[in-house]
């Protein structure tokens, strides 16, 4: 697979229009799929597909402050012409700033474009805090309830990481000690487990905190 660098350009496909015609040919919009960012979070390499009649003209960068917008446009004839189906080819392209946790979103693309790479639909789980997000994640994988939950320290992923092989409760996370969470105990309340378990010694989920959580 050969890689081609694209310059990065404002997007010119607008919303309701996905080819444009060109001096030399058509321009369309095909699919992509993210393969890799960079570690500093500012290039970002797209898997698409091309060759034979379709050629890289450039890929079209919108940035904004909540999301960046990309899309790869081929250029084609203007006349039908067989030719071989495109393979997959790679392309690297350079943010103004990094991608951080903007939203990466796919320009449209031109439906009768022979490209299968298709995009994949993209969500996120999260909450707040890492203590939200792990109710997040609990009713996500456990809308109907669960018979057992498990409670982690939020302060160290140790013991939270261990468990991540347990399937037949959630794990929540917790303080060592102290006030259980008003988030962690709606959840509770909601799973109505026959059990609650710590994960870890007293010094990790105190016997106080555990013996409240049980209570719900």
């Known amino acids: ?17 996905v080819a444009v015609a060109a001096e030399d040919g058509v321009i369309v ?9 960079s570690e500093d979070g ?3 390499t797209l898997r698409y597909r091309s060759g ?32 071989p189906y495109p393979s997959p080819e790679s392309a690297d392209v350079t943010l103004a ?13 031109t439906p009768d474009t022979p490209v299968s790479e298709a995009p994949r639909a993209r969500s996120r789980l999260a909450g707040a805090s890492r203590i939200e997000t792990a109710v997040a ?4 994988a456990f809308p109907d309830g669960a018979e057992v939950v498990y409670l982690a320290r939020a302060d160290d992923p ?8 347990l399937t037949d409760g959630p794990i929540l996370l917790v303080p060592s000690c102290g006030d259980l969470p008003q988030v962690v105990r709606a959840e509770i ?10 994960l870890g010694g007293p010094a990790a989920v105190c016997d106080a905190l555990l013996d409240v959580a049980a209570g719900y």
């Not at 697979?1 to 229009?17: E, F, K, N, Q, Y």
């Not at 050629?55 to 030719?83: K, N, Q």
């Not at 309340?189 to 710590?198: G, N, S």
């Open 1 to 17: 697979m050969r890689r081609l660098v694209a310059l990065v350009s404002l997007l010119l496909i607008a919303s309701g229009s």
């Open 29 to 37: 919009s095909a699919g992509w799929r993210l393969e890799e960012v």
């Open 42 to 44: 500012r290039t970002l």
């Open 52 to 83: 034979g009649c379709y050629t890289l003209d450039r890929i079209a960068v919108d940035e904004t402050e909540d999301a960046v917008t990309l899309g790869v446009l081929l250029r084609r004839p203007t006349e039908p012409i067989s030719c």
């Open 97 to 109: 700033a990094p991608l951080g946790d903007r939203d990466l979103r796919h320009a449209p693309v």
């Open 137 to 140: 994640i609990s009713a996500h």
């Open 158 to 165: 140790a013991d939270a990481v261990a468990g991540g092989s």
């Open 189 to 198: 309340e909601r799973l109505a487990p026959d059990r609650v378990v710590a």
